[in-house]
């Protein structure tokens, strides 16, 4: 079940269908939300939420939040400057009223999280668990069936370790430091790609899609792509991206936006849960895989597999 918020207005208070950006729900049941869909959440909070200051906070169930005292205690009075996706991450970006305690809250939506901005008076969804009350008389709230999703407070020292852990932006990497980041490594392209060390945001369904449209399997090893094949795989992933989030992400559950609108980049797959049909491009049966322990959907035509079972049958003849 996923609650499409009718109450959730603009920023002016004005009716939800009339809004662009006035908050963002994501639902996602089987999937957990990837770079397009957190960059729309994102986008559309950052439109409605910097100047407002938080006034006061609720808890629910607090599970999922680390140190829900802190979240009471601390985020009372403060600003919110900006809101800014950082892989998969949302990051409210705080300014308290003494300017030495300037910190972020991290956001992770898990499965089924939701964050909207609504009246006060609107129907409380069920499994909403936390609220703040806002100067300008609208709660941010955040809703989570599963409680898969996490909060938590990042003081400057704790943020800046967060940006050094994950890996290259792949909207904000050059083709240069994309290409080393692959060479760097001795493993299948598929994880990779999902690796977040190496590359923050990208999920399931956008490494297939990239693959498929740069012509390579999953299976192949990193190290051993050639500068052609690189090219393409960095095209791809960016071209990907980008009509993703033009596109508001991938509804392939049950996600919709702030106006209870699916995503539609999901009439764009070319080969994500699509095992048993024909290629688009070639018309061979798309085929999956389990690579890094995840479903790889692919196209056997267009994406040669590597040809390690080759060189074994070679060997043994000898």
Do not use: M
């Given at each position: 079940m996923c609650f499409k918020p009718a109450e959730c207005t603009t920023a002016g208070g004005g009716p939800r269908l009339t809004a662009t950006y006035s908050s963002v729900l994501i639902c996602m049941r089987d999937n957990m939300p990837e770079l397009p869909e957190v960059e729309t959440v994102a986008r559309g909070l950052q439109a409605v939420l910097p100047g407002t200051r938080i006034l006061g906070v609720r808890l629910g169930r607090t599970d999922f939040i680390d140190d829900p005292a802190a979240i009471q205690r601390d985020l009372p009075g403060c600003r919110i400057a900006a809101v800014r996706r950082f892989g998969k991450f949302l990051l409210l970006d705080l300014e308290h009223p003494r300017p030495a305690r300037q910190f972020s809250l991290q956001v992770h939506l898990g499965m089924t999280g939701q964050i909207v901005?609504?009246?006060?008076?609107?129907?409380?969804?069920?499994?909403?668990?936390?609220?703040?009350?806002?100067d300008d008389?609208?709660?941010?709230?955040?809703?989570?069936?599963?409680?898969?999703?996490?909060?938590?407070?990042?003081?400057?020292?704790?943020?800046?370790?967060?940006?050094?852990?994950?890996?290259?932006?792949?909207?904000?990497?050059?083709?240069?430091?994309?290409?080393?980041?692959?060479?760097?490594?001795?493993?299948?392209?598929?994880?990779?790609?999902?690796?977040?060390?190496?590359?923050?945001?990208?999920?399931?369904?956008?490494?297939?899609?990239s693959l498929w449209r740069a012509r390579i399997h999953p299976m192949r090893l990193g190290e051993k792509l050639k500068d052609a094949?690189?090219?393409?795989?960095?095209?791809?992933?960016?071209?990907?991206?980008?009509?993703?989030?033009?596109?508001?992400?991938?509804?392939?559950?049950?996600?919709?936006?702030?106006?209870?609108?699916?995503?539609?980049?999901?009439?764009?797959?070319?080969?994500y849960m699509r095992e048993g049909k024909k290629c688009f491009r070639c018309s061979a049966v798309i085929r999956r895989v389990i690579v890094a322990g995840r479903s790889s959907y692919f196209c056997p035509r267009c994406q040669a597999a590597p040809r390690v079972a080759r060189k074994k049958k070679k060997v043994n003849s000898k």
């Open positions: 901005t609504c009246p006060p008076e609107a129907r409380i969804a069920p499994h909403t668990h936390l609220f703040f009350a806002l008389g609208r709660e941010l709230r955040y809703t989570d069936i599963r409680r898969f999703g996490r909060i938590r407070i990042l003081a400057n020292g704790a943020r800046e370790s967060l940006l050094r852990e994950l890996g290259l932006d792949p909207l904000e990497a050059s083709e240069k430091e994309f290409r080393a980041s692959i060479w760097s490594r001795r493993a299948r392209i598929k994880a990779l790609l999902l690796d977040q060390h190496v590359l923050r945001g990208i999920g399931n369904i956008y490494t297939d899609e094949e690189l090219h393409r795989l960095f095209r791809a992933v960016q071209q990907v991206l980008k009509e993703a989030i033009r596109l508001r992400g991938s509804s392939v559950s049950d996600y919709v936006d702030s106006n209870g609108e699916p995503g539609e980049f999901q009439l764009r797959h070319r080969v």
